[in-house]
């Protein structure tokens, strides 16, 4: 996974509550068996719109979304995340996430941070009035800095320490292997197992 | 025998879903979040092919095939068995089954009696039963919390996660009440109450939280209306919900293909009883509903949380207080292409969806059989039945309901997700409007520009027959 420390980017503000995953990218998009190549899938409908965001000239450049709230709720498809990551965003702003994507964004170096609605709207203005300027979204001080103003953001401890250091959850667990294994030779005799058995 | 885990936790009183959290900790403790077993892993086409990558890259193996197995459902067609006409969607059906042949994975292809959507497949086998883990790629795998355990959907790198360590890490939830008291009335169902929790509570109302539905109400639904319940938990954001077993639920898994024999059955019963929650264990939050005051429930908007009764009429933006709310419903009148104040009976449908896991079992197809039985689907509406699993539709077959279903003009299908997210040819055309029995009225979730009203069996029914939202009473 990438290493999140700071990025610095224009925003492209997304003024849309309740956007679940079937609009970030619409079940058409997810037959691909690679993990790259989604961009295309990005909001799909919506760019068909020649006014939608996105299209506009003065966004092109941007890489942090700033979002209403209710952002990635619905279907958990990681399609999501490559989609936004593949369409070149890095971080997204928004005052409340759905918890699978949440999740899948972390897991993908994609940095999600959660703002209250007034920021979020101060950012929106900032990003319509002057699409060019550039914010801060600094996972280290954990602040996002937008010219003189700086609001504080909170994350959990461990997973700004394996967002920083593009961790892979799978080699973290399996430094506790044992425990697993330990865990396994304790379970109960009568549980299921998937095994074909003769009815 | 040694102590399993489960036995070794103190007498503080708990509720049901931190039962089962604590008998599968592996790890706790320092920074880092619980490390949790999981018993049971699903897996389907659509979010499973980049993880199987994923081991490849890193030399890993499925660490349980014994605990993992795979069905195909998403993409397959419903028409007939074998041919997948859109390359992409065959493609990504041939990668899981190469995937399952590379990893030892048990598989369940088109054709197979176990062939259908994942989440009825699980209990049908008897592999969904009470206190376990179940995780799959899918948001819907709350479904199996019925059956009271902790089932969640889980993203691709997840997945990953559990093929290779047959384990997750996940930071505690809390724990959230939804009490039902009192009985439902005649002609309402798990589906009506579900979506009317949804409205009350919005999209993200049980984030971070296992919900426990309890209550009188919730104790008289059959194993497939609380089945229909816990599948639509991720509709209000809840990380899973649960429902204590009692007797229905060992009845249920009692004799199917995987349910404990002998004395491995008796011991098994004898720790699902202790399976509930206890006096005294306090939640952080509880919502309490009479049943009584509850009827047909279906939605007008864009989201699951957008409904209203059906004796209702849709809703002007300017009855909401919350500015967010406001707009989220100027907009999706806009797109549902809608008046406020309409009756909701005198919404005309265009197609009608009968099927997915949240409404595609037996007991589902018999209550909409029920209704439409020597009745005739309106003119102009074309209703899809699709069932849940290959065995589902033969089990509908012995009992006749597909010669009811085409008796009154309604097209038979073969089982898969079909149109409840239209990855397959089942879709909505543009400004198509659907009653579907599915869990998402999104935009274009059921097919570009497609309209869906999200409504029980028995309202789905009766509206293919009325060719306008309505409930079998109206009949």
Redesign the interface.
Known sequence: MDKFTTHTGQVAPLR???V?T??II???Y??????TGFEDGLFA?WREDEKFLLNQPEYQNATILVT???FG??????HA?WALKDYGFKAVIAP?F???FR??SL??GLLTVELP?AAVEELWLRAELHPESEITVDLEACEVRAGDRTWGFEF???LR?RMMEGLD??A???R??D??AA??S????????????Q? | M?P??HESEGTEPRTLAQKVWDAHV??TGG???D?L?I??HLLHE??S??AF??LRV?G?KVRR?????ATED??TPTDNLFTIA?P??R??IE?LRANCEEFGV?IHSLGDENQGVVHVVGPQL??T?PG?TVVC???HTSTHGAFGSIAF??????V??VL????L?Q?KPKFMAVTVNGSLPEGVSAKDLILKVISITG??GG??HIVEYRGQAIEELSMEGRMTVCNMS??W?A?AGMIAPDEKTYDYVKGR????KGE??D??VE?WQTLKTDEGAVFDKEIVIDAASLSPFVTWGT?PGQGVELSGTVPAPEDFDDP?AR??AA?ALEYMGLEAGTPMREIDVDVVFLGSCTNGRIEDLRTAAEVIKGRKVAEGVNMMVVPGSAKVREQAIAEGLDKVFIDAGADWRFAGCSMC???NPDQLTPGQRAASTSN?N????QG?GGRTHLVSPAVAAATAVTGHLASPADL
């Open positions: 849309r509550s309740n679940d079937d609009q619409p079940a058409v997810l037959k691909r068996v690679t993990k409908e209403g709230t209710e709720t619905g279907s958990s498809r990681e995340v409340r759905g918890d699978i999740g899948n897991k993908n609605e959990d401890e461990f320490w959850d799978v973290l667990t399996l506790d292997e425990k697993i865990f396994e304790n379970r109960d005799a009568w549980r299921p197992r998937t095994l074909p058995v009815v | 040694s399993t885990p592996v790890r920074q880092q979040p490390l077993y018993d049971l659509v979010t092919p980049q990558d994923g890193a890993r095939t014994d605990l993992t197995i998403h993409n859109d992409t969607s493609k990504q990668t048990r008897g592999l039963q376990m790629g899918d948001s959907g889980i993203g691709t790198s997840e990953e996660h290779a360590t047959q384990t890490p930071a999209t993200g984030k971070g991720i509709e954001g990380k293909a995987h349910a404990p491995e059955w011991a098994a720790y989201n967010i707009t989220t907009g997210l239209g990855m998402r999104f935009e274009g979730r570009k």
